[in-house]
């Protein structure tokens, strides 16, 4: 065993990684002292303490990012979006939030005399600087009855999307997952309203997990730039400085602006508008290496190469994350074949890809035999999926 580690010490250490040059977010220290909990000067702007989200900040973010959109709509947005979810159901919430941070929120509009529509953006996925990216620290929230105070939350323009909790070296992660995390999703509820991650680190162990996940699905993210990085879990549970513990793949991983407008974009799931899924850092690296691939197709000759997956590590749902990034983020008209050799495969991989939202249930995309394949594969069809011995009679796939 290393070096006590304390909880103070690794939320210091997280707060310094992002004041670095490298990261550049902006740094807000909330005063812990519960005889402040009720202090509204503290920093945030908020008009209550029940408020989560950081309101002067999300509307200088949401004004910049749409300067074609009347003022009288943007902030009816910022209205609406700066409301108490409590009373509302939080998986529902947090399921419309993200659509409308991914996709941005259609208003109607009216230009040279013609009345049109538009979308409001919450955050530019494609330039990640021209968001404002928050680290606050022990903010009081009031909630019904408690105040609570995470340790830290990560906010994109305004809105708490980064969950952080912390335990000393000597505490269980687990801990952070019974206690902390369980007992904030209970009190205050309308934190999480706008979270796509969960974070739980005693510095020597530090695990992600979505909304809603229980704790066995929590996992951990040891890799940052390559599959290949080799990570010794032993000496990682001995260290003794926060600044080398295990939050510090997490941060410079997932952490970096980039990275984190990327995974929220494109890494995370809702099957049937409530079962919430985010990538594992195996996912993350290996579907970006894919989209890498197809971005030099040309080069590689059309070899997009592999992506080995061992049994039960999520293959369907790295195939919805491929073709759902490639269809937000790459001009094309794409074909996806997707070949299997088990009929219960087969299945599974279509219901995930209806579940998730990518395709709808009538769509026709299950051709009955080779000969419907090959009149599929002519027609432009956004996906297909087949099996296998439906390649008996001849069929020719342009790349």
Known sequence: MGSFISEDDIEQAILAKLQEPSFKYDILKCDPDPAKREDLNDGTGRTSKSQCVLPEVMRTAIFRLNPNIDADILNKIIRELCQDYSAKDIVTANYELYRKIRNGIKVNVRRNGKDSFDFVKLVDFRQPENNTFTAVSQMWIKGNPYYRRPDILIFINGMPMVFIELKNSTVKVREAYDVNLTNYKKDIPNLFAFNQICVLSNGLETRLGALGATYEYFFEWLKVESEKEKVDRKALRKVSQASDSSVKYFIEGLLDKSNLIDYIENFILFQNGANKIIAKNH?????????????????????????????????????????????????????????????????????????????????????????????????????????????????????
């Not at 070949?339 to 995309?365: A, S, W």
């Open 283 to 399: 996912q993350f690296l290996g579907v970006n290496n894919l989209i890498e691939a197809l971005k030099h197709r040309k080069d590689l000759q059309g070899k997009l190469g592999v992506f080995w997956h061992t049994q039960g590590s999520g293959k369907s749902f790295s195939m919805v994350m491929f073709v759902r990034k490639v269809r937000k983020t790459m001009d094309g008209n794409f074909t996806f074949l997707v070949i299997t050799d088990r009929e219960d495969l087969d299945k599974q991989i279509v219901k995930n890809f209806i579940r998730t939202e990518v395709i709808g249930k009538n769509d026709e995309c299950q051709p009955k035999n080779g000969r419907q394949l090959r009149d599929y594969l002519t027609k432009n069809k956004p996906i297909i999926f087949s099996m296998i011995h439906k390649f008996k009679e001849s069929v020719k796939i342009f790349l």
